[in-house]
């Protein structure tokens, strides 16, 4: 009788986790008011310095959002994904740049905060010395802009350069022989997006004009703002420049958010997944 009490309680206890889990995402959606905070969103990841070691942050950083989307319920999706080198350690295989679909409400509201410069210390997989490395990654979040942006931001067919490619795997393995993938180029700002997820070329290339429209309503928003710096006197950073996070795994183990403050010695959990004090936090700080 005493056991099957045990077993109840613990039962109530889950229940309850869960429920709590359900109130604290909805209480935190009241914070997410901007103007496309409910849209679903494209998350790319870029390596910066550092070779195969920030081609493997890449990799790490991909697994980190897709644990994370997986555990609110977002469904993902690789676009695109550009392999670095191979013959790493344990078969590792970098990536020089992904971006993936994230279908679901509140998407951007909960990622936009992501974007930014990720740095990496640890001793390097890919070094016989076993040598301390840093190593940099980009992350930019778009939000899935509204089919009537198109009316507000125009752009000409001649200011567009599209090429059309075979979409490949790690190793050169082609996912089919046609050049289905496609790689758009907005000439005027050199703004690129590519897509090679789907089957018919006239749907990569969809896509990838839909990630078009999103960088350049940003890129319009981001020259509102500095407008706004510059009669307020306040200096404007690049962006690349603009380090928000720090992931230590040696000679300690540390996460910290240079925004916020916030930091944890579970490195292993927020590699995992684990983002919700970060992305709490961000937002909340900014209203």
Not at 93 to 102: L, N, Q
Not at 184 to 206: D, F, K, M
Request: charged share 30%; glycine share 8%; aromatic share 8%.
């Amino acid at each position: 009788m005493e056991e099957l009490n045990k077993l109840e309680v613990k039962g109530i206890e889950k229940k309850i986790e869960f429920f709590v889990k359900i109130i604290k995402d909805e209480e935190f959606k009241t914070f997410l008011s901007g103007k496309y905070d409910r849209a679903s969103a494209t998350l790319s990841i870029y390596a910066g310095a550092g070779g195969q070691d920030s081609q493997d942050w890449v990799t790490m950083l991909l697994r980190m959002y897709e644990r994370f989307c997986q555990s609110k319920g977002f469904k993902t999706k690789v676009l695109h994904q550009s392999f670095g080198e191979g013959g790493g350690p344990e078969g590792r295989i970098g990536t020089k740049s992904v971006t993936i679909e994230i279908q679901g409400i509140y998407a951007y509201g909960f990622l936009k905060k992501e974007s930014g410069v990720h740095r990496l210390v640890r001793i390097s997989p890919f070094s016989p010395q076993k040598l301390r490395h840093t190593s940099f990654a980009l992350v930019e979040v778009l939000p899935e802009i509204e089919k009537d942006i198109e009316k507000e931001i125009k752009i000409k067919p001649e200011d567009l350069k599209m090429d059309f490619y075979r979409a490949s795997g790690p190793g050169g393995q082609y996912v089919n022989r046609r050049e289905t993938a496609v790689r758009i180029t907005h000439l005027p700002t050199g703004i690129v997006a590519s897509c090679q997820s789907e089957r018919l070329q006239g749907q990569n290339r969809e896509r990838a004009m839909k990630m078009i429209y999103s960088k350049l309503y940003q890129l319009k928003e981001k020259e509102q703002q500095k407008e706004i710096s510059k009669i307020k006197g306040k200096a404007v950073s690049a962006s690349w420049g603009n380090q928000i996070r720090s992931y230590v795994l040696h000679p300690y183990k540390l996460v910290k958010d240079l925004r916020t403050n916030i930091e944890t010695s579970n490195t292993e959990g927020v590699l995992d997944g684990n983002l919700d004090q970060f992305v709490e936090e961000e937002i909340k700080s900014k209203l």
